[in-house]
């Protein structure tokens, strides 16, 4: 069926200025809707805020005090391969029945990760070793030791 009403903007064809939009600064900037965004939140949009965005304001949650979180500082085996070779070219680290001995907070990290292998027989002594690094360690002849406090 054919619908008997016209589109408005055949509707306003030779209107100007408003078209439709009734006096002229109706429908210009944004003062019919109280500003831009979210201007108005603390005053004449309060009603709004409370009924659609009641937690806008406020804090929430919890975030721990920094000097409680301990930072993880990682190295892979392949980089650790890499140093302790150069530093057993310096002759800076010592050697106990075969296995060169390496404190991980020396080297200023405290967790080692699996990425890449290692040769050399280590007794490494760190506070955190991810299972894989574990794994391809002892694999070499080495051994990990926790760090006693």
Do not use: C
Not at 2 to 10: A, E, G, Q
Not at 23 to 46: C, L, N
Not at 53 to 62: L, V
Not at 108 to 132: C, Q, W
Request: no cysteine; aromatic share 8%.
């Amino acid at each position: 069926m054919v619908v008997r009403k016209r589109r408005k903007s055949r509707k306003l064809r030779g209107r100007t200025r408003t078209m439709g939009w009734g006096r002229v600064g109706q429908h210009r900037k944004s003062g019919s809707r109280g500003g831009f965004g979210a201007v108005g939140f603390h005053k004449h949009k309060w009603i709004w805020v409370k009924k659609y965005a009641p937690d806008w304001y406020g804090k929430h949650g919890f975030t721990p005090p920094k000097h409680s979180k301990e930072l993880v500082k990682p190295i892979n085996l392949e980089e650790l391969e890499s140093i302790v070779s150069k530093l057993m070219n310096e002759e800076k680290l010592s050697i106990e029945n075969g296995k060169v001995i390496v404190n991980l907070k020396e080297l200023g990290f405290n967790k080692v990760l699996g990425r890449g292998r290692i040769s050399i027989p280590i007794k490494l002594i760190a506070p955190y070793v991810s299972e894989r690094a574990r794994e391809k360690i002892v694999e070499a002849g080495g051994e990990v030791v926790e760090p006693s406090s």
